[in-house]
T-cell receptor, first 112, second 113 residues
Framework: SAVISQKPSRDICQRGTSLTIQCQVDSQVTMMFWYRQQPGQSLTLIATANQGSEATYESGFVIDKFPISRPNLTFSTLTVSNMSPEDSSIYLC?????????FGQGTRLTVV | GENVEQHPSTLSVQEGDSAVIKCTYSDSASNYFPWYKQELGKRPQLIIDIRSNVGEKKDQRIAVTLNKTAKHFSLHITETQPEDSAVYFCAASIKEYGNKLVFGAGTILRVKS
């Protein structure tokens, strides 16, 4: 399966600031996905990132809050903007490989 | 949109017993159903998946069954071991739309030795 690396693995941020999370894959993939996992909860899809086009956001998530870049077929970034304590979660990128979805190790974000 | 319900939320079994986790989905167009295991502080790991043209799939101690008519699918773990203790998530997607997964709420499985 694809090897997916996320950076940073964790961070503690001040409210009102922004954090950019990077996701690197060791092979070219058409779609990359960003999920949020709030403490003790399940995973919720934030958006789908396609190379060469704007990301597609799910209901409840907007580009101004979660801007996404997809400059090439192996890399994507998710920015969490103007953070509040409610944004404290694990953020995970995911790619499809061989018909199945695999996840990065996640970024644990704490907003204080 | 798709909605996936998962039961039970917690499950405790004795080592060696079987564990069954059930999920139902709402969108009849969903055709791909993976199961993930997530240990504390780790990423979700795919353990088994099934497509809608198959009714059952087995991999050693793990099996998944799918009932398309009733729109439910289940994970079966036999001969449970303490290392099976984790949170298990079911999910559903429409393959033609990529792997945009809708997850169930998760089941905390505890295997007591």
């Amino acid at each position: 399966s694809a090897v997916i690396s996320q950076k940073p693995s964790r961070d503690i941020c001040q409210r009102g600031t922004s954090l950019t999370i990077q996701c690197q894959v060791d092979s070219q993939v058409t779609m990359m996905f960003w999920y949020r996992q709030q403490p003790g909860q399940s995973l919720t899809l934030i958006a789908t990132a396609n190379q060469g086009s704007e990301a597609t956001y799910e209901s409840g998530f907007v580009i101004d809050k979660f801007p996404i870049s997809r400059p090439n077929l192996t890399f994507s970034t998710l920015t969490v903007s103007n953070m509040s304590p409610e944004d404290s979660s694990i953020y995970l990128c995911s790619v499809e490989d061989g018909g199945a979805a695999f996840f990065g190790q996640g970024t644990r974000l704490t907003v204080v | 949109g798709e909605n996936v319900e998962q039961h039970p939320s917690t499950l405790s079994v004795q080592e060696g017993d079987s564990a069954v986790i059930k999920c139902t989905y709402s969108d009849s167009a969903s055709n791909y159903f993976p199961w993930y295991k997530q240990e504390l502080g780790k990423r979700p790991q795919l353990i088994i998946d099934i497509r809608s043209n198959v009714g059952e799939k087995k991999d050693q101690r793990i099996a998944v069954t799918l009932n398309k008519t009733a729109k439910h699918f289940s994970l079966h773990i036999t001969e449970t071991q303490p290392e099976d203790s984790a949170v298990y998530f079911c999910a559903a997607s429409i393959k033609e739309y990529g792997n945009k997964l809708v997850f169930g709420a998760g089941t905390i499985l505890r295997v007591k030795s």
